[in-house]
């Protein structure tokens, strides 16, 4: 059962868009809550609200009703302002495209999310930024732009940005779907790996064969969720 505060808890959810057909709702009336330490999979068919529902956990998407608390800020009452630092302290993020700034080494971009939140002495950085690329084992590469690594490589180094400022909670969409398979089986057990270290890991994913991994998977449909009828975890939505 998931507790009763949950890191994690979204409440009659609802975002639309007004287009002119009429209104249009990528997310309708969703209920979830995640517990600290789980490791999540939200599946579903693209356009079905995925990245929406990520977005809307990282504040990056504002809902149109309903209720967002994220490790017990309500963030959907926030300012932009407020939730800027929030964010960055909060919530590491992993993009399917790894999105690496290009003109900046890896280990510049390791740095670049303790630069904009100050969070630890500048002196500290770097070598922060390469205990982390250690971690995700691709140290070697610290001093390269990132057009010099493979897409399995960049997508580790995005990984040790999101966790640059040890967020409590990583997102990632579709963080495999440019990777080949066995390189998408590596980064998915360094997610596994980080979720059992105590991070609270949340994964667009349509790797169906991952989810005994998983402690829950959800399942999109509409703008809609449910959970996935094949796990047995108890997660209440
Ligand atoms: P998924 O990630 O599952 O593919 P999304 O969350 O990106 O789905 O999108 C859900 C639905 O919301 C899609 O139909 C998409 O076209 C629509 N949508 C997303 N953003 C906007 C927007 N800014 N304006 C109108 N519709 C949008
Ligand atoms: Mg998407």
Redesign the pocket.
């Known amino acids: 059962m998931s507790t009763p505060n949950s890191l994690i808890e979204i409440s009659d959810v609802s975002k639309s868009?007004s287009?002119s057909s009429g209104t249009?709702f990528?997310l309708q009336q969703v209920n979830l809550k995640i517990d600290s330490g789980h490791l999540v999979a939200i599946t579903?068919?693209?356009?079905?609200?995925?990245?929406?529902?990520l977005?809307v956990i990282a504040g990056i998407d504002r809902p149109t009703a309903g209720r967002v608390v994220v490790n017990g800020a309500q963030i959907d009452r926030m300012t932009e302002r407020q939730l800027a630092p929030w964010r960055g302290a909060n919530i590491g993020v992993v993009f399917q495209f790894f999105q690496l700034l290009p003109t900046l080494t890896i280990a510049e971009n390791v740095m670049l999310p303790m630069d904009f939140c100050n969070t630890f002495h500048r002196s500290v950085r770097r070598k922060r930024a390469l205990q982390l690329l250690e971690m995700v084992d691709v140290a070697e590469q610290a001093d390269k732009l990132p057009s010099a690594l493979s897409g399995g490589q960049q997508q580790r180094a995005a990984i040790a940005r999101a966790l640059a400022n040890d967020p409590p909670i990583l997102i990632a969409?579709e963080p495999t779907g440019n990777l080949d398979s066995s390189t998408a089986q590596t980064i998915f057990q360094l997610f596994i790996n980080l979720s059992k270290g105590g991070k609270t890991v949340i994964l667009?994913t349509h790797e169906r064969e991952l989810a005994e991994s998983f402690d829950v998977v959800f399942e999109?449909k509409d703008?809609r969720i449910s959970q996935d009828a094949s796990n047995k975890m108890s997660v209440s939505i």
Do not use: C, P, R
Request: proline share 0%.
């Open positions: 868009y287009l249009f990528a579903g068919k693209s356009g079905s609200g995925k990245t929406t529902l977005n969409d667009v999109m703008g």
